[in-house]
Nanobody, 124 residues
Framework: QVQLVESGGGVVQAGGSLRLSCAASGRIFSMYAMGWFRQALGKEREVVAAITRVGSSTYYTDSVKGLFTISRDNAKSTVLLQMNSMKPEDAAVYYC?????????????????WGQGTQVTVSS
């Protein structure tokens, strides 16, 4: 089992940047594909980005391509989400998640473990 704790959320102005971090503990971090999801108020949780166990491949939802970057540091058991040129529609609770089965997991049902989430607010 793995435990996930997100940090780095907060308030940012539109056009600004924010970096989210997810620290993992428990089993060997490199065993898990990782993903970032978000859930805006009144909306369903959606995938934002995903990364393979060794970081060789990544996935982004269309709305964040070229703006957000997912990365991981297996030595530090950490996955990051760098968010640039943020928009009001990026405001949500952001969650990191871990999947121990797929090489690159891109849907909610792929994931086995979830963090508690961190709030991101984008002011216009």
């Amino acid at each position: 089992q793995v435990q996930l704790v997100e940090s780095g959320g907060g308030v940012v102005q539109a056009g600004g940047s924010l970096r989210l971090s997810c620290a993992a503990s428990g089993r060997i971090f490199s065993m898990y594909a990782m993903g970032w999801f978000r859930q805006a108020l009144g909306k369903e949780r959606e995938v934002v980005a995903a990364i393979t166990r060794v970081g060789s491949s990544t996935y982004y939802t269309d709305s964040v391509k070229g703006l957000f970057t997912i990365s991981r540091d297996n030595a530090k058991s950490t996955v990051l989400l760098q968010m640039n040129s943020m928009k009001p529609e990026d405001a949500a609770v952001y969650y990191c998640a871990a999947d121990q089965h797929k090489k690159l997991a891109t849907t909610i049902t792929d994931y086995d473990y979830w963090g508690q989430g961190t709030q991101v607010t984008v002011s216009s």
